[in-house]
């Protein structure tokens, strides 16, 4: 098996710094902006980007985590995955721009267990995502708004984000 490093550190920076821009002008400003990060990391990254908007917008911006697990349609295959805190930011979500950020966007079925989830507790004005990678191979109709790094794979590969805060460094690796 072979590994091979297609982000490091700095383009990691550079691709949430060029986000966190996005989501502000299609955001028109960080008013009513709420982060909820996927666990485990887009939870990390979800946090990095708040702190980047609050930077460039001057104003503080809502970040939380949203578990999926029992939202999953695959929980049957893999009764081991054990849920993770939900953490919604005390002003809610009703009414906000929710932006759902996650590390890698492959089939779409986390996603699409992130809006269920989303469902169950509010009704946000409107969902956006950000992943930093998005590899394709899609099975649902679901794609992102805001992405670091488009790279393509097969679905024997496997695409590694390691952060920081999780794994001690920054780098996306693809197995082959």
């Known amino acids: 098996m072979s590994t091979r490093t297609v982000l490091q550190q700095a383009d990691i920076s550079r691709a949430l710094t060029r986000i966190a821009h996005e989501i502000l002008e299609s955001n028109k400003g960080a008013e009513g902006l709420v982060l909820l ?29 949203l578990d999926v697990t029992l939202f999953r349609d695959d929980l049957a295959q893999h009764p081991t995955r054990s849920p ?26 986390s996603i699409r267990a992130a809006l269920d989830a989303i469902q169950s507790i509010g009704r946000p004005a409107v969902v956006r995502l950000a992943i930093l990678v998005d590899r394709g191979h899609r099975e649902l109709p679901i794609r992102p708004d805001f992405v670091g790094k488009n790279i393509p794979s097969a679905r024997s590969e496997r695409v590694n984000v390691r952060l920081v805060e999780n794994d001690g460094a920054d780098e996306v690796t693809i197995e082959v």
């Open 37 to 65: 990060g996927i666990p485990t990391r887009g939870v990390a990254l979800a946090q990095r980007l708040a702190s980047l908007i609050s930077a460039i917008a001057q104003v503080p911006v809502s970040v939380g985590s």
């Open 84 to 109: 993770q805190p939900t953490d919604i930011p005390a002003e809610g979500i009703e009414g906000k721009t929710v932006v759902l950020v996650d590390d890698v966007l492959f089939s779409g079925r």
